[in-house]
């Protein structure tokens, strides 16, 4: 079974910019929880997506959206790029709530 | 919400050792307990997760425990080898939440 798969895996944009982040979860997966790694804050929850339906939010500031398709594939969008954005970004999926959340190798964004 | 503190934040272990890290939790109502390991460049790999109605469970060389009343749980890896370095991760999500909230992580280096 393929595991999580997000593209890219490396980007370099410069502030003020914008990025859209990929997902594909496991075949049957139907929710998918976006995180971002920082050295300083850790793993920090952005929000969770499960039938199309944002399900939960972290607290990140509005520049910071998401959609999930039909497919159940997700993507991540970051507006107006700031120097602080600069983190791995990490998709999980899991079957439903309360399962295991499995990681995918995240897209790693630098901002110039 | 759910706040997880992680101990310790380094550890050296001789191989062949066995290697401890210990996780408490705030949310008395969260019952379910994932353990994650990444490697560099890596995504976190669940590894182990326990559910708050058994107090162990057992995957080969790796335990977790947990102690509800008191509100903690470990990861007990023995007879460690090198490729158990990494960095160790504990979650807890809130009751009835998706979001996984995480500890500070834990570098663990086997001394060969």
């Known amino acids: 079974k393929a595991g999580v798969t997000q593209t890219p895996r490396y980007l370099i944009k410069t502030r003020g910019q914008q990025v859209t982040l990929s997902c594909s979860p496991i075949s049957g997966h139907r929710s998918v929880s976006w995180y971002q790694q920082t050295p300083g804050q850790g793993l920090q929850f952005l929000f969770e997506?499960?039938?199309?339906?944002?399900?939960n939010k972290g607290n990140f500031p509005g520049r910071f959206s998401g959609r999930q398709f039909s497919n159940s594939r997700s993507e991540m969008n970051v507006s107006t790029l700031e120097l602080g954005d600069s983190a791995l970004y990490l998709c999980?999926?899991?079957?439903?709530?309360?399962?295991?959340?499995?990681f995918g190798d995240g897209t790693r964004l630098s901002i110039l | 919400g759910e706040n997880v503190e992680q101990h310790p934040s380094t550890l050296s272990v001789q191989e062949g050792d066995s290697a401890v890290i210990k996780c408490t939790y705030s949310?008395?109502?969260?019952?379910?307990f994932p353990w994650y390991k990444q490697e560099l460049g890596k995504g976190p790999q669940l590894i182990i997760d326990i559910r708050s109605n058994v107090g162990e469970k057992k995957d080969q060389r790796i335990a977790v425990t947990l102690n509800k009343t008191a509100k903690h749980f470990s990861l007990h890896i023995t007879e460690t080898q090198p490729e158990d370095s990494a960095v160790y991760f504990c979650?807890?999500?809130?009751?009835?939440?998706?979001?996984?909230?995480f500890g500070t992580g834990t570098r663990l280096t086997i001394i060969p």
């Open positions: 997506y499960f039938s199309e339906t944002q399900r």
């Open positions: 979650a807890a999500p809130p009751f009835g939440n998706e979001k996984l909230t």
């Open positions: 999980a999926s899991s079957f439903d709530r309360n399962q295991p959340q499995h």
């Open positions: 949310d008395s109502a969260s019952n379910y």
